[in-house]
């Protein structure tokens, strides 16, 4: 591994443990609260790893569906997120990408979930938001004809791609999928 992807590695991880730790200490109001929480539009949200009592507020928001893109080993996973989802009334998906390796096959199984969810609010979330905000930013693009610079302007707001989600997303874009 180069030294510039090691240091920039540090940093993200650094930023991203503050960024939790910020969070979780924070009172809560609502779901704007949620880490790294991001409204796309009426029917897609997305966030990083909800609590419990955000996933409640999550269901109070009227969201129907929960789609978890963070493996259930994830450094600040929810061990019960799925009873507790259920629980809650709302259907919970997940698709564990793992971060070093995203691959299109995933992709395509999100797009899958996205679509077939449409019609109803879903809310989307990984750790912290870095791997949904790709995929957002790649279905929205590619599936929705949102242009790419409006697109990609949202993920930006989480975070720019290190050198592995940068690859991935350029393989997306380049194979069309569609």
Known sequence: MKTQSIFSNLILYGRSIWQIARSRLSPKRGIEDILNYRYISDNIATSGQPTAQELELISQAGYKTILN?????????????????????????????VWDNPIMADFKQFCDVMENHKEQPIFVHCAMNMRVSA??????????????????????????????????????????LT
């Open 135 to 176: 995929f957002v930013y790649l279905y929205r693009h590619l599936k929705m004809g949102v242009p790419a610079l409006e697109a990609y302007s949202a993920m930006k707001t989480v975070w720019e791609p290190n050198a592995t989600w940068q690859n991935f997303i350029e393989t997306a874009i380049a194979s069309k």
């Open 69 to 97: 893109l963070a493996p259930p080993n994830a450094s600040n996973a929810l061990p019960e997120e799925k009873v507790i989802v259920t629980n809650l009334g709302m259907e919970y998906i997940n698709i564990p990408v």
